[in-house]
């Protein structure tokens, strides 16, 4: 929890209670699953799907533009 908290919201999101990712690495969200570009696939946990398609939606626009 600690690590969590110094890393940049912008950047790093809580997917399910074990797994922090840098959404840098996400490559898609598909259904209740992320998939990494490494081809790790973490299931999103029930109650962090909203939260973690609306990080990495804020992040795509910071990182690619509008």
Do not use: H, M, W
């Amino acid at each position: 929890y600690r690590l969590e908290q110094r890393l940049p919201k912008t950047i790093f999101t809580r997917c399910q209670r074990s797994f922090v990712v840098n959404l840098a690495c996400v490559q898609e969200i598909s259904g209740n699953s992320l998939f990494l570009t490494d081809g790790t696939e973490i299931s999103l946990g029930r109650g962090n799907k909203a939260s973690v398609l609306e990080d990495y939606r804020r992040f795509c626009r910071l990182r690619y533009g509008e």
